[in-house]
């Protein structure tokens, strides 16, 4: 058999890291490798009863096709509560349903990007986003961050000079992989430079309302006067991910693109899936919910910083995000954390190697810890096992 | 606003006829335009009664992120019933869960084409898949069709003289637009020029178990020797489309790059949807439950039929298609369809005009008539209503 594949799938790569991660799916590993939401905060006997009465009392409508842009009311849900949540005035003509978040990021990469175009997103940033845009063969472009996110000074020199970029990649919440927040200042700045230099940005918020803080930040899209911001919000986080259902919030010129798009790609999202989250948010109080599971990580993010502070080298990097899922590690540059996974595993903990994240630098010496999906007593024992690691390589 | 697109998505276009057809969705007309199985064939009691039973057993799983080839005992269970009733030998292995049937069209035209790439299909074929495969950019050629479907000489010449074929896609059973089957012998045939030519054969096959003589023909994929047929499946037609459950079978190298490019592109089809369709192919009779649909759908075909032959002008060629939701019909060639649907829709009756479908001759006197979806009095009414607007083009 020879097969003649496209240029993009020839360039596709088993990753050999994937496959070493999928040991880390053994029960018996304490993993921080994924950036699965705790299951115990999924609201099972709500949902079981709603999908009960979803298919009984609409089910000929609930199990048939339905429109590309997705279930009307819905739209009209997020558009009203959790859009206007993060500071945007929008309404349901101006929001696309989709089969979670990465499918948004399928969908602008292919609105925006012929080979050789310039995509800049964060660096390091998340894998999975990189990949999506990756289908399009782009030169990507990542900008150093601090504390305050994308350091913009060096975003604009990006835009002053190459001409070719078409899309700015970021993720202002807690970022994937650093845990890391923009300020509000760059917000309106990163905003404006979209304006001036005619570019968009795909900000992509999974985690936004996963805020330890309560304080949540006005989102980019919120200060886009023009149209140029795309945002892309999801129920992954906040209910669960198993349903698979997401939006994205854009000028109506650009969803309308966006849903020719996505109808030539999987023609619509589940119906079943929509409704059943139309009539939890409905029926339920999802504000209530979310702050159980902001209640329920900030302990756990608590239990693994001080676990860290207690057992790790002083020396050790960490950043300490008040929201989302991730803590991001930086050891000794001498240390290659893909080296060091393998050694976590037979201790049966895991976590991820930064490598992967990084754009273009080689640099080895990070991971990624998520504290979402374990329990406190796993989070701390976790922990010791790598700092059993860790010990040697410092002092 | 001005928004550097990438080609495609300057290529994309609203569709008028789209833009009209969204009129017929109106509860007043009779719509023979849609592609719909009839919702009320859908076990609504069974599904209602299964998914409260998954979530609320088994929550924490069926409402989390999953593997991206999807629930293994699903994958198991279409590897030995569904494909084992198609002729075809196979495991899960080869097996790959998708959100539908027109994400394996996009996965298989991302895996395969490059801009300007040949692409082969029947002429007329299925706009969906067109329209997939033109987000690749791809010189498409169709192949015309007789009763036993795509003319394999024909085909044969192309492959003979254009080395950039890449894909020939082949709907085999109860074809849309057109309801015809390709004939066994050509089958084999089909197969064989594949490995000839080292080309993939994308076989697309949601209506192949709607068969009204329960006389199903193997598979192109059970002729497939060396691994170039993609075979695609789907429960949207034997069970209901708004789970968006489907999947591929493709031999192991192709199958983990298509794998690859899902992750990428959307992650994991629903783990809900899954368990759901799993557990009810494990507790009920879905052999039993597709001939219930087959009987219903035969009994709508047939009233179909006679209301035509009842109705409409002598002169009219239509197909009698054995299985499957569609018939074709050509009118005198003067006719335009489109102009057709215009007046059928001050009737209150719609279907969809033909041109669509064709590859690139521009032949304005066909429509596709769906049966499947309205009941036997609105059929025969419907058709009453659009030979009224065809008598005064015969006489």
Redesign the interface.
Known sequence: ?????????NS?K?SEIREILKLSEMPQIISFA?G??A??T?P??E???I???V??ED????????ATEGYTPLRETIAKERMTKLGVKTSAEEILII??S??GL?LIG?????EN?TVICENPSYL?AL??F???NPNLIGIPMDKDGMIIEELEKVLATDTTV?LIYTIPDFQNPTGVTMSLERRKRLAELATKY???VAEDSPYGELNFNKRTLPSIKSFDR???VIFIGTFSKIL?????IAWMCA?K??L??LT??K???????????QRIIYFYINKYDIEAHIENINTLYLKRRDVMINAIESFFPKDVGITRPSGGLFIWVELKQEIDTAELLKKALTLNVAFVPGKAFFVDADKRNFLRLNYSSMNELKIEEGIKRISKLLTKYYN
Not at 240 to 244: D, E
Not at 263 to 272: E, F, P, R
Request: aromatic share 4%; charged share 30%.
């Open positions: 058999m020879e097969i003649k594949y496209s240029k993009i799938a596709l088993a994924g699965m939401p299951s115990e999924f099972i006997k949902l079981a009863k999908s009960k009465k298919i009984e089910g000929n409508i609930a199990l048939q096709y339905t089969s979670g990465q499918q399928d292919r609105l925006l990007i012929d175009d999975g990949n999506a990756r289908l399009n078409k005619k570019v968009i023009d149209g140029y669960c991910p198993g349903n698979r000028k010129e650009i309308e693109k020719q798009m109808q030539a790609v999987d023609l619509q999202s589940s119906t079943l899936s």
